[in-house]
């Protein structure tokens, strides 16, 4: 399981900034495309999802979805994250950060096989909670 992790909201500069960020810091990075999931009415190699892993780090972008707003000042949302083993853990947690909060997208099963879900607490902090399939 992982603890919180950045991730970055772009508008149409996630591949950029990301393979930018990789340069200045090393690290294994993976970009997975609207495109390749089969998402219409944006860019088809806009940036679904990116991870820029190393020894000591994660981090995370995208390109805002298509027929999203892009939030100026909300790029960042934390991102927790583990296996099905850690469900009960991860659906805890996000129903507690749900509490007096709002939930953007209920936790339900995605298109690339995980559980998934993000809420924005009653502080204004979104949290995106990811619970992998085996």
């Known amino acids: 399981m992982s603890l919180p992790a950045p991730y970055i909201a772009f508008h149409g500069q996630a591949r950029e900034a990301m ?3 990789r340069s200045v810091f090393g690290g294994d990075l993976t970009l997975s495309t609207y495109g390749e999931f089969g998402f219409e009415g944006g860019p088809a190699d806009g940036i679904m999802h990116s991870t820029l892993k ?8 995208s390109d805002t979805p298509p027929g999203a707003p892009h939030r100026e000042g909300g790029q960042i949302s934390l991102s927790l994250a583990g296996p099905k083993g850690d469900e009960e853990k991860l659906r805890g947690w996000f129903e507690q950060l749900a509490a007096d909060g709002s939930v953007n997208m209920p936790l339900e099963k ?4 995980d559980l998934y879900g993000d809420v924005t607490d009653r502080y204004g902090i979104t949290w995106m909670v990811d619970i992998g399939q085996e």
Do not use: K, R, S, T
Request: hydrophobic letters at 45%.
């Open 19 to 21: 393979e930018f960020y």
């Open 54 to 61: 190393g020894d000591n780090f994660e981090l995370m972008a």
């Open 110 to 113: 995605q298109v690339w096989g």
